[in-house]
């Protein structure tokens, strides 16, 4: 059994810019143990790849400068592919980021193993993590396992978001003869969605939970959407867009006779934290990061994003940017 000071549990980008973020903050890299899965560089590289993101390449870069000279290589080789106001494929950005963290990784000790439970002891005031392989202990646990897609109590086969937002796996499951699609959710990823079923001649539904079918980032929305997504809504507005029908959430009567003729769901409605060992749900508090399962426990990333509260509405904040912002606003060590 191992034990350290600090175990990072998940290397997707949230644990990478945790780790990258510890060093900055002068703490050893002997003093972590790095626990993942794969280290194949988190869901962003290995089910969401393909996906365009909304956000230029110099957001990323800038913040990937803080890590200079982790990050020069990895700099040097989107600027070698994209212009600073290009959007990337979301592989690219967790391409980066994952190359820059591993780098200063190199004298942390890293595990190749599935997490299975975790649980706080009294008696030595450590963490016991529970892995394929056996377990370690730490005094503190920094969680950023990631989260799962959530869904709806629909008796209605769903297809997982990460395979509906590749196209050629969309196509491969649907058919315009047999199929007619509701999709949940009309943000980025909706808007994804939309495409490509209208480009494979899907008939589909289209719910939104807003006031509006879209809420656009050049009409001053906190979280409207933009870049690619944009336009793409703005099609839908004009019309162009045949096979795709707009509707409200608030509408339970059509929404009813819609499901009624639906034969495949797709929620894009956001994300829950991935369940560990015990902990089906584990509940945080975005203000700090800290996790209440137990003391010296802090949770980023998908699964334990920061908010930012507009008027009387939360917004989840889920990018590069955000996390590196959520983990040094409240990382113990910078405070």
Same mark, same amino acid.
């Given at each position: /059994?191992?034990?350290?000071?600090?175990?990072?549990?998940?290397?997707?980008?949230?644990?990478?810019?945790?780790?990258?973020?510890?060093?900055?903050?002068?703490?050893?890299?002997?003093?972590?143990?790095?626990?993942?899965? @794969?280290? /194949?560089?988190?869901? $962003? /590289?290995?089910?969401?790849?393909?996906?365009?993101?909304?956000?230029?390449?110099?957001?990323?870069?800038?913040?990937?400068?803080?890590?200079?000279? !982790?990050?020069?290589?990895?700099?040097? !080789?989107?600027?070698?592919?994209?212009?600073?106001?290009?959007? /990337?494929?979301?592989?690219?950005?967790?391409? &980066?980021?994952?190359?820059?963290?591993?780098?200063?990784?190199?004298?942390?000790?890293? =595990?190749?193993?599935?997490?299975?439970?975790?649980?706080?002891?009294?008696?030595?005031?450590? !963490?016991?993590?529970?892995?394929?392989?056996?377990? +370690?202990?730490?005094?503190?646990?920094? $969680?950023?396992?990631?989260?799962?897609?959530?869904?709806?109590?629909?008796?209605?086969?769903?297809?997982?978001?990460?395979?509906?937002?590749?196209?050629?796996?969309?196509? @491969?499951? *649907?058919?315009?003869?047999?199929?007619?699609?509701? &999709?949940?959710? %009309?943000?980025?990823?909706?808007?994804?969605?939309?495409?490509?079923?209208?480009? +494979?001649? =899907?008939?589909?539904?289209?719910?939104?939970?807003?006031?509006?079918?879209?809420?656009?980032?050049?009409?001053?929305?906190?979280?409207? =959407?933009?870049?690619?997504?944009?336009?793409?809504?703005?099609?839908?507005?004009?019309?162009?867009?045949?096979?795709?029908?707009?509707?409200?959430? @608030?509408?339970?009567?059509?929404?009813?006779?819609?499901?009624?003729?639906?034969?495949?769901?797709?929620?894009?409605?956001?994300?829950? *934290?991935?369940?560990?060992?015990?902990?089906?749900?584990?509940?945080?508090?975005?203000? %700090?990061?800290? &996790?209440?399962?137990?003391?010296?426990?802090?949770?980023?990333?998908?699964?334990?994003?920061?908010?930012? %509260? *507009?008027?009387?509405?939360?917004?989840?904040?889920?990018? *590069? $940017?955000?996390?590196?912002?959520?983990?040094?606003?409240?990382?113990?060590?910078?405070?």
């Amino acid at each position: /059994m191992s034990q350290s000071k600090i175990c990072i549990l998940g290397f997707g980008i949230a644990g990478q810019l945790l780790f990258l973020e510890l060093l900055r903050n002068k703490i050893s890299a002997k003093d972590i143990v790095i626990l993942d899965e @794969n280290f /194949m560089g988190g869901a $962003l /590289m290995t089910q969401y790849g393909p996906v365009l993101s909304n956000t230029p390449w110099l957001k990323t870069k800038t913040a990937l400068q803080d890590y200079l000279p !982790w990050s020069t290589e990895s700099i040097q !080789w989107a600027d070698s592919k994209y212009q600073e106001t290009d959007c /990337m494929p979301v592989r690219d950005i967790a391409h &980066v980021c994952f190359q820059t963290a591993f780098s200063a990784a190199q004298q942390t000790e890293k =595990i190749t193993a599935k997490a299975s439970g975790i649980q706080f002891e009294e008696a030595t005031q450590l !963490w016991k993590i529970q892995h394929t392989f056996g377990e +370690l202990k730490s005094s503190q646990l920094y $969680l950023c396992h990631g989260a799962t897609e959530k869904q709806l109590p629909l008796d209605k086969p769903a297809i997982p978001l990460r395979i509906a937002l590749d196209f050629q796996q969309l196509k @491969n499951t *649907v058919s315009a003869e047999n199929d007619h699609v509701t &999709v949940f959710g %009309t943000a980025h990823s909706g808007t994804i969605l939309l495409k490509h079923l209208q480009e +494979l001649g =899907i008939p589909t539904t289209a719910v939104y939970n807003t006031p509006t079918p879209f809420q656009f980032a050049r009409d001053s929305h906190y979280d409207g =959407i933009k870049e690619g997504s944009e336009k793409i809504a703005d099609c839908i507005l004009r019309g162009e867009y045949s096979h795709i029908t707009l509707l409200s959430w @608030n509408d339970p009567l059509a929404l009813y006779k819609a499901l009624q003729k639906t034969t495949r769901v797709i929620y894009s409605i956001g994300f829950s *934290v991935a369940p560990l060992g015990e902990f089906q749900k584990i509940p945080y508090d975005p203000q %700090t990061a800290k &996790v209440a399962i137990g003391p010296n426990c802090y949770g980023y990333g998908i699964g334990f994003p920061g908010v930012t %509260t *507009v008027g009387e509405k939360q917004y989840t904040d889920v990018s *590069v $940017l955000s996390f590196q912002d959520q983990i040094r606003r409240t990382l113990p060590a910078t405070r």
